[in-house]
């Protein structure tokens, strides 16, 4: 059997690869690193994630947290990973980031029917069954080749960013202190306290804070999603504080009152000697983030062991190129999944690999096709990237407003409707064969 060829090593390409293994399909997977990275790469390994709070909330309650459980009970090779490698957070699945990504490339190269190949892809490969997952930051001439595939349907591009790191010996928590929103949970997060003059002092800087130059993996468009702190803050004076300097829920132990404003760092590796700042992104010069960050009580001294960074993101005009089983609708042989077909998120895009993956086994193996239902998380995504109906395509997070609504009514506000969607997608789920 002609093995199937799958272009990126992400999430997306790591899961599809799997999941094609696991059926007998014999898989080329062909992965750019080490000889070459995107600006956003630092590892060589597979599934690599920019955050250890990547794959968000775990609850079911949340859209997110439903994909996940559905994942998990499809075989997901991520989510097995990413569970063998979870971190505390409260309701997050949160993981050591360089556990998993350790993980999933073991398990990767040591399946029997997958062969790693450490190349740069430039072309489509004009022959065979092509499954495209080389994420978002897509290098120059594979985008290149793509966008000539698809000439007259014009590629888009938004900013990504990714939050500074800081050595947890480095904070001061005598001024710090650790504590989870309203106390939920276990106290997972470091707390920095600020009253309005620092808050004033802090947003007055920031927000004439010198920009990095751009590079030609950017431009000056801006993702509502991951919207860099700098940008949020020129907004208004207390934009920062309905966000992600939200003081609600905390109070400082050292005066038992809420702060004016809190800024909020997480675990972002198991030993707990890494903190991201959350909300954080950010397109800051390196000096400037040392500077102004520096201002924030508990990071007077803060050692940087990453900063903040910003790039472009490349997706396709999907409603109108892909179906629901993420194939070319002109030629069903070449799929793609991933970011790059407008699934906003890692969960998101390991989802697709898998969606993907499946109904490309079964056309290999002569079976009928599963249609995911609207219902559940999966079919959802499947289905919003391949809605011919709309107009303005944009990137989009799992979320409950994809699905179809409930036929009945639920009483008891939000998290119990969102519970009820979530047990009715569990079961439909549940009565498919796959």
């Known amino acids: 059997m002609e093995p199937v060829i799958v272009i990126g090593a992400g999430l997306a390409g790591s899961e599809a690869a799997w999941q094609l293994a696991e059926r007998n399909i014999p898989v080329r997977l062909l992965e750019m690193k080490p000889h070459k990275r995107t600006p956003a790469h630092q590892a060589d390994t597979f599934g690599e994630l920019v955050c250890s709070n990547s794959l968000r909330s775990d609850q079911l309650e949340n ?131 600020m009253d309005r003059a620092q808050y004033e002092a802090f947003w007055t800087e920031l927000c004439g804070a010198k920009e990095a130059v751009l590079h030609g993996f950017e431009d000056q468009s801006v993702f509502e999603g991951c919207m860099p702190v700098e940008v949020m803050a020129r907004r208004g004076h207390d934009t920062l504080c309905y966000g992600p300097l939200k003081p609600v829920g905390l109070r400082d132990p050292r005066t038992g009152k809420e702060p004016y404003a809190v800024v909020q760092l997480r675990k972002d590796n198991a030993e707990g000697s890494i903190y991201n700042i959350v909300g954080f992104q950010t397109h800051l010069t390196f000096p400037e983030q040392r500077r102004v960050f520096g ?57 697709s690999g898998f969606v993907a993956a499946v109904e490309l086994a079964r056309r290999r193996l002569g079976l009928p096709p599963v249609d995911f239902p609207r219902e559940t998380a999966l079919g959802a995504l499947a289905c919003y990237i391949s809605d011919g109906t709309v107009k303005d395509f944009q990137p989009m997070n799992v979320n409950f407003g994809i699905m179809p609504p409930l036929e009945r009514k639920v009483k008891g506000g939000k998290r119990l409707r969102n519970a009820a969607l979530a047990e009715r997608a569990l079961e439909a789920l549940g009565k498919l064969e796959f």
Not at 68 to 75: A, H, I, N, Q
Request: charged share 25%.
């Open 63 to 193: 859209a997110v947290g439903l994909l996940k459980e559905e994942l998990r009970r499809s075989g997901s090779l991520i989510m097995a990973c990413a569970d063998a490698h979870r971190v505390p957070a409260g309701g997050a699945l949160a993981v050591d980031r360089y556990g998993f990504s350790q993980a999933v490339t073991e398990r990767i190269r040591n399946h029997p029917n997958i062969t790693v190949e450490e190349a740069e892809v430039s072309e489509l490969p004009p022959e065979g069954d092509v499954l495209v997952a080389s994420g978002p930051l897509t290098s120059g001439p594979l985008a290149e080749a793509i966008a000539k595939r698809f000439e007259g349907h014009e590629a888009l591009h938004f900013f990504d960013a990714a939050a500074p790191l800081v050595s947890f010996e480095s904070i001061d928590m005598e001024t710090a202190w650790f504590a989870s929103r309203y106390d939920k949970g276990t106290p997972d997060y470091i707390n920095c306290p």
């Open 295 to 351: 201002m924030i009580p508990g990071l007077q001294n803060a050692e940087f062991l990453r900063y903040g960074v910003m790039h472009r993101n490349t997706y396709l005009d999907s409603p109108r190129l892909l179906n629901r089983y993420y194939q070319v609708k002109d030629e069903p042989r070449l799929v793609f999944a991933g970011q790059m077909t407008g699934v906003e998120g890692y969960v998101e895009s390991a989802a």
